[in-house]
Nanobody, 128 residues
Framework: QVQLVESGGGSVQAGGSLRLSCTASRDTYSNYCMGWFRQAPGKEREGVAAIDFDGSTVYADSVKGRFTISKDNAKNTLYLQMNSLKAEDTAMYYC??????????????????????WGQGTQVTVSS
């Protein structure tokens, strides 16, 4: 079992930045894939970014070049640095984790169904 706790959400103006953090209750660096997902009001949850145990990353097209996913293994913490935020980035952001039996290539790594453990979410609101 892995418990995930997100933090760092808030309100920011368009063009601003935020850094989300997700702390795991146990070591996840050796064989877990970690990801960030988001859900806007009235929309389905979508994958934003994911990082596998080997450090490889995948991003949704909508955030490429603006968001960066990273992890600090010593702190069991996952990050999402969000720059050049837009109003359409407004959503509840969720951290997720799954045991990785092998690196999943490409956008399939952002499939929601692959992930077993989820945090409670942190709200990000971007005003234009």
């Amino acid at each position: 079992q892995v418990q995930l706790v997100e933090s760092g959400g808030g309100s920011v103006q368009a063009g601003g930045s935020l850094r989300l953090s997700c702390t795991a209750s146990r070591d996840t660096y050796s064989n877990y894939c970690m990801g960030w997902f988001r859900q806007a009001p009235g929309k389905e949850r979508e994958g934003v970014a994911a990082i596998d145990f080997d450090g490889s990353t995948v991003y949704a097209d909508s955030v490429k070049g603006r968001f960066t996913i990273s992890k600090d293994n010593a702190k069991n913490t996952l990050y999402l640095q969000m720059n050049s935020l837009k109003a359409e980035d407004t959503a509840m952001y969720y951290c997720a984790a799954r045991v990785s039996y092998g690196v999943v290539a490409g956008p399939r790594r952002l499939d929601e169904w692959r992930y077993n453990y989820w945090g409670q979410g942190t709200q990000v609101t971007v005003s234009s």
